[in-house]
């Protein structure tokens, strides 16, 4: 079986689906025939999906952490210069996840919501893109958080980051929870923070419901999240990969595509 980045692109299993494909329309004509069967369907979204809008990945040569070490969850809390590091890296936006608009994957994303066709997309991003593609918010898991705006530990009030933004460089003062005074945090998940349980309970339910599951942009390297697709696939979901790179779930799915988000998904769902 051949690999590499980009090609080829391929499926198994199944009776309409057997062999490799060399041919990218004939990859196409397969996943829009795996979604027009599907009744539920389930998007689960990477990095990979996000870096067409200028956002880069974590681990890639370029990516965020090559560039800068991870401040991790207990750091923050103990040590006034990691919250101030960490804060200054989010006014500055020195780790790239915000500012970006949404690209073709994401509008493709939001017409198969829109058409009933995927019931839910779990996503390992920050960076808010699907909200802004116009997925309704109650149809988007994050798994990982979000980086457009900041909650407390304590009470978990929201603060925008516009507000906090005026005082941390106007005054030079660590962000406070305005309710109760306790720990104010970028709303995404560092290392060592709990995964968000809501999340994680909403996003089991919801890949043991679909019938197809479809990864977009994900190495499906980082746990927990990167265990939906092979609990969706032992449920009797089909599973499609739709990704750069190999990853290690790629010889029990039954479509395969390594090649970009936006390209494959526009040829699948058409856009306006």
């Known amino acids: 079986m051949m690999r590499g980045c980009c090609a080829p692109i391929w499926c198994r299993g199944g009776r309409n689906y057997g ?25 689960f979204t990477g990095a990979g999906i996000s870096t067409e809008s200028g956002i880069p990945d974590f681990r890639s040569p370029g ?10 969850f207990d750091d923050f ?11 200054r890296r989010v006014f500055t936006g020195a780790m790239g996840w915000t500012g970006a608009t949404p690209n073709r994957g994401h509008r493709a994303v939001a017409r198969l919501v ?10 390992q ?6 909200q802004e593609s116009g997925v309704p918010a109650d149809r988007i898991i994050e798994l990982h958080g979000n980086a457009s705006y900041a909650t407390c530990l304590d009470c978990g009030t929201r603060h925008e980051l516009e507000t ?44 043991l419901a679909c019938d197809l599951f479809i990864v977009l942009g994900s190495s499906l390297v980082v746990y927990p999240a990167a265990g939906f697709p092979l609990l969706a696939k032992r449920n009797g979901a089909r599973l499609v990969i739709v990704n750069r790179e190999p990853t290690e779930y790629d010889d ?21």
């Open 19 to 43: 062999g490799v494909l060399s041919d990218l329309m004939s990859a196409h004509a397969a996943l829009a025939s795996l979604i027009a069967q599907s009744r539920r369907a389930v998007a």
């Open 114 to 123: 829109a058409q009933r066709k995927v019931a839910a997309v779990i996503t």
């Open 77 to 87: 809390l103990a040590s006034e210069a990691m919250r101030r590091e960490a804060w």
């Open 252 to 272: 029990i799915a039954d479509l395969v595509i390594n090649d970009e988000i936006g390209p494959t998904l526009s040829a699948v769902v058409p856009l306006d």
């Open 125 to 130: 991003n920050v960076d808010n893109l699907h």
């Open 63 to 72: 990516g965020v952490w090559s560039r800068m070490k991870p401040i991790y």
């Open 164 to 207: 906090l933004k005026q005082s941390f460089l106007g005054r030079d003062e660590i962000p406070t929870c305005r309710a109760c005074g306790g720990l104010v945090k970028s709303a995404t998940i560092s290392f060592g923070q709990p995964m968000p349980r809501a999340a994680m309970d909403r996003a089991e339910t919801e890949t």
